[in-house]
């Protein structure tokens, strides 16, 4: 039931420089959204959801500091439907699926549902965001489940037009194992814009466990998924690709385009990526003359870890641990840092998040050892080891729904670049302590 919604035309600069570099790549697949597990619990749409992760991470004493306000998002996915929880939280958009050039509509819910977890207010019995105060700009690119006539579509044109708007924050919770010279420029671009950019992982540990893209960009904020227990969820990839992790598991989604119900299962890496991104709007908004260097530094600084977690070390699982926006609003902990240093890479970048050297390589790089998960996502208690009352861990918080999982994202083939010289090559990133 998705209703009608403000929107603006494709900008002719986007098609005329998606063109200029249609010569020098193919583009070969499509980019595909799979399912994992059985089939979902359904609740009604008017029964509010059980959001565990809220309370978990101290959403209520988080919102009396701030609620994400002055901070949009762009949301590059599926569209955004105007539910009663996102009335009045979505901007004016862009469709690059060369539909109609002017609809930003969701036509499976993944992507209202990325919106709502980051930014919705519950209304209607809807989801409530961890950021309620941010802005989503919708940026709609098309699937495999995209019906419309046109197979033409170009994710590089969705970042692009993400990083020109007036969104600081770039999520993104589709992807694919095959990387796109388009799209590794348009990241780059909007590193140079200043953005930070959050893409999943992916769910697929277990079918292959290849590094998926945006992620496995060197811009690119790298996110896993965890469960009520700060442990890592077992689809979830790993590998030096990981950033960053935030809640995944027994989590509420839109079961489909109708917007009738929600379901309750594995939302994985793409629910992940929502909240790690809402995360960084709370903390952005609450110190608002910081870079995206400094907030993303802040996070992985003030994240959760475990008490068996070497001090200095990178989990190919976890990444730096599991995101604490409250640790790091409310407490303190973590520093801001150089605001022209990027701590992805450890490379200096200038203010606007423009890189001053190519892209460093990520291997090789001081991460612990990746052979098991962390034992836990906690973090202590703002020192190196022990326990922490605000972790995500969860697991008094039971959850009366059905345990059944659905993989909302990511699935088999992506778009994949071939440059008439060979097949286009990335770095990936540099593990930094």
């Not at 991470?57 to 949009?72: D, H, L």
């Not at 890189?355 to 973090?379: C, F, H, L, Q, T």
Request: net charge negative.
């Amino acid at each position: 039931m998705t209703a009608g919604m403000s929107h603006v035309r494709k900008r002719s600069g986007f098609y005329a420089w998606r063109r200029r570099l249609a010569g020098a790549v193919a583009l070969v697949g499509a980019l595909s959204m799979g399912t994992a597990g059985a089939a979902p619990a359904a609740i009604a749409a008017d029964g509010p959801p059980n959001q565990w992760y809220l309370d978990a991470m101290r959403a209520e004493e988080i919102w009396k500091s701030t609620t994400g306000e002055g901070i949009n998002v762009a949301v590059i996915d599926t569209g955004v439907a105007s539910t009663p929880s996102l009335k009045g939280q979505v901007l004016k958009g862009l469709d690059a699926t060369d539909a109609d050039g002017e609809t930003t509509d969701d036509y499976t819910g993944h992507g209202t549902t990325m919106a709502e977890l980051i930014a919705g207010t519950g209304q209607g019995g809807g989801l409530r965001g961890l950021a309620p105060g941010v802005k989503i700009i919708p940026m709609r690119v098309a699937t495999e489940d995209f019906k419309g006539k046109s197979h033409a579509w170009d994710r590089s044109v969705a970042i692009k037009a993400a990083a020109d708007s007036d969104a600081q924050i770039i999520s993104m919770s589709i992807g694919g194992e095959f990387l796109d010279a388009r799209e590794k420029e348009a990241v780059e671009y909007s590193q140079k814009k200043g953005k930070l950019f959050f893409a999943p992982v992916g769910n697929s540990a277990k079918k292959g466990n290849k590094p998926e893209y945006p992620a496995n960009y060197s811009e690119v904020v790298g996110v896993a998924a965890s469960d009520r227990d700060g442990q890592v969820a077992e689809t979830s990839q790993h590998g030096d690709f990981v950033d960053i992790a935030a809640p995944g598991l027994d989590t509420p989604f839109w079961c489909d385009e109708t917007f009738a119900r929600y379901c309750v299962g594995n939302g994985g890496t793409s629910t992940a990526t929502a909240l790690a991104s809402a995360s960084a709007a709370l903390i952005w908004s609450a110190n608002p003359d910081w870079t995206a260097n400094q907030v993303l530094r802040v996070m992985f600084e003030s994240a959760g870890r475990g008490d068996d977690w070497k001090p200095g070390t990178v989990s190919n699982y976890l990444g730096h641990g599991i995101v604490r926006p409250n640790a790091a609003i409310n407490r303190g902990i973590g520093k801001p840092g150089d605001p022209d240093v990027s701590p992805l890479t450890n490379e200096r970048t200038t203010s606007a998040g423009s890189a001053d050297a190519g892209a460093p390589s990520k291997e090789g790089s001081g991460k612990d050892d990746a052979s098991s998960p962390p034992k836990s996502g906690a973090e202590g208690d703002g020192k190196d080891t022990g326990k922490d009352t605000d972790a995500v861990a969860a697991g008094s918080a039971k959850d009366s729904g059905d345990d059944s999982q659905l993989g909302l994202i990511l699935g088999g083939v992506a778009v994949v670049a071939v440059l008439a010289g060979g097949a286009f090559a990335v770095v990936r990133k540099r593990r930094t302590a």
